[in-house]
T-cell receptor, first 112, second 112 residues
Framework: GQQVMQIPQYQHVQEGEDFTTYCNSSTTLSNIQWYKQRPGGHPVFLIQLVKSGEVKKQKRLTFQFGEAKKNSSLHITATQTTDVGTYFCAGRNAGNNRKLIWGLGTSLAVNP | NAGVTQTPKFQVLKTGQSMTLQCAQDMNHNSMYWYRQDPGMGLRLIYYSASEGTTDKGEVPNGYNVSRLNKREFSLRLESAAPSQTSVYFC???????????FGEGSWLTVV
C-alpha cells in the first residue's frame, strides 16, 4: 500500500543549529501537508504544498515539494527551544482524495 | 470559537468496560475524523465521516464504533475495552478532504 516514509525519526540539535526532516512517498502525491505537535499537545497545521517544485517559507521554516511530487522537506534555520516537538508530514495520494497518509514524524529536541 | 472539543481528556478503564469519546466542532466542517496515536506509530486513522450521515473505516477500526450524530458531533465508542486500546485519541475535522485538518486536544485513555 501507499506509504510516506519520514526521516529521521529523532533529531537532537544544539540551539542555533539547523534541522531538516524529509518525507518520501511511494506514489505521486496531489499535495502534502506539514503539522507540528508540541510535547503533550495536538498536531497543528503548518502549511500545505500543492505545486511541483513549490517552496514556501514561514520565518525560519522552509518547506519544499519535490519536482516529481513524491518527496518533501522541512528545514528550520537556527533552531530555537520553541521549535521542540514532533513534525509530521501527511501526503494525499494523487488518485485518492479521501485520506491523508501520515509519516511517522520526526521528533526534534533542542539543547539550549 | 472553540474549534474541536473532545471529552474526556483522561480516562482509565478496566478491560471489558465500555465508553464513548465525545467530539464536537463549531467550524461548520463537513468531515470529521478519529485518530489514535501510539509511540513510534504516528497517527493512525480509526474512522472518519466525510459528511453528515456517512461513516467509513480507516486503518485500524477493529474494536471501535462511531456515530456522526449531526454535523457538529462525531463520537467514538469502545464496546469492550482492551489493553491494546490504551492510547491517545484525537478527534479532528476539516471543511472537506484535502483541506487543513484541525485537531482536538486529545483524550488519554488507559485500559488496565
Amino acid at each position: 500500500g501507499q506509504q510516506v516514509m519520514q526521516i529521521p525519526q529523532y533529531q537532537h540539535v544544539q540551539e542555533g543549529e539547523d534541522f531538516t526532516t524529509y518525507c518520501n512517498s511511494s506514489t505521486t502525491l496531489s499535495n502534502i501537508q506539514w503539522y507540528k505537535q508540541r510535547p503533550g499537545g495536538h498536531p497543528v497545521f503548518l502549511i500545505q504544498l500543492v505545486k511541483s517544485g513549490e517552496v514556501k517559507k514561514q520565518k525560519r521554516l522552509t518547506f519544499q515539494f519535490g519536482e516529481a511530487k513524491k518527496n518533501s522537506s522541512l528545514h528550520i534555520t537556527a533552531t530555537q527551544t520553541t521549535d521542540v516537538g514532533t513534525y509530521f508530514c501527511a501526503g494525499r495520494n494523487a488518485g485518492n482524495n479521501r485520506k491523508l497518509i501520515w509519516g511517522l514524524g520526526t521528533s526534534l529536541a533542542v539543547n539550549p | 470559537n472553540a474549534g474541536v472539543t473532545q471529552t474526556p481528556k483522561f480516562q482509565v478503564l478496566k478491560t471489558g468496560q465500555s465508553m464513548t469519546l465525545q467530539c464536537a466542532q463549531d467550524m461548520n466542517h463537513n468531515s470529521m475524523y478519529w485518530y489514535r496515536q501510539d509511540p513510534g506509530m504516528g497517527l493512525r486513522l480509526i474512522y472518519y465521516s466525510a459528511s453528515e450521515g456517512t461513516t467509513d473505516k480507516g486503518e485500524v477500526p477493529n474494536g471501535y464504533n462511531v456515530s456522526r450524530l449531526n454535523k457538529r458531533e462525531f463520537s467514538l465508542r469502545l464496546e469492550s475495552a482492551a489493553p491494546s486500546q490504551t492510547s491517545v485519541y484525537f478527534c479532528a475535522s476539516n471543511s472537506q478532504p484535502g483541506n487543513t485538518i484541525y485537531f482536538g486536544e486529545g483524550s488519554w485513555l488507559t485500559v488496565v
